[in-house]
């Protein structure tokens, strides 16, 4: 594929239920982020990867939220136990690597709703 | 700590006129600035950063180091140009992960 594709498009799910978001970035790019975009808090910080690893877990806002991936590839980022508050737009973006000015591409994003 | 603010949520201005999109950074080190756009049901995508001082779709941002400052402009706006702007920031911590700003959302009016 040309760009960064995420899937879902869009995920409802009842409150309580665990979600997986799965983040397909561009080919050969060996960095990779999560944001969450959401009313009010605009687009925040959840995680990254260089490679199959993540050495910066700081921005994930509970233990609810785990992030991993594999083959140096797909991520899926996973929400248990839902709350409502989770409800956002979940970004995953990729990049040739971890460096400055190193430009980041982004995916159409997953819109999910905890209801 | 690192912080983008982005004062205006929504900017409105005519086919026409000069558009400033403003944005303050504060960050203790040397930072990289960009402006990402968002159109309408359309992904974030990257308009400009400021190592590249290059103008895109006529707009130009100058890195203020003194202001604390990335301003956005074009002389005259165009209605395609109506869209959600994000300034961000990157460093040196989170892999150079983007510190964004709340956004402003632009509209041309005819």
């Known amino acids: 594929g040309a760009g960064v594709s995420q899937s879902p498009s869009n995920k409802v799910t009842e409150k309580g239920k665990d979600v997986e978001l799965r983040c397909d970035p561009i080919s050969g790019h060996t960095a990779l982020y999560w944001y969450r975009q959401s009313l009010g808090q605009g687009l925040e910080f959840l995680i990254y990867?260089?490679?199959?690893?993540?050495?910066?877990k700081s921005g994930l806002p509970s233990d609810r939220f785990s992030a991993e991936r594999t083959g140096g590839s797909v991520s899926t980022l996973t929400i248990q136990r839902t709350q409502q508050e989770d409800s956002a737009v979940y970004l995953c973006a990729s990049s040739l690597g971890v460096g400055k000015n190193t430009e980041a591409f982004f995916g159409q994003g997953t819109r999910l709703t905890v209801v | 700590a690192q912080r983008v603010t982005q004062p205006e949520k929504l900017l409105s201005v005519f086919k026409g006129a000069p558009v400033e999109l403003k944005c303050n950074y504060s960050?203790?080190?040397?930072?990289?600035l960009f402006w990402y756009v968002q159109y309408s049901r359309q992904r974030l995508q990257l308009l400009l950063r400021h190592i590249s001082r290059e103008s895109i779709k006529g707009f130009t941002a100058d890195l203020n180091k003194g202001e604390t400052s990335f301003h956005l402009k074009k002389p005259f706006a165009q209605e395609e140009d109506s869209a959600m702007y994000y300034c961000a920031l990157s460093g040196t911590n989170s892999g150079y992960a983007l510190n964004f700003g709340k956004g402003t959302s632009l509209l041309v009016t005819p």
């Open positions: 960050y203790s080190g040397s930072p990289e």
């Open positions: 990867f260089q490679g199959n690893s993540a050495p910066d």
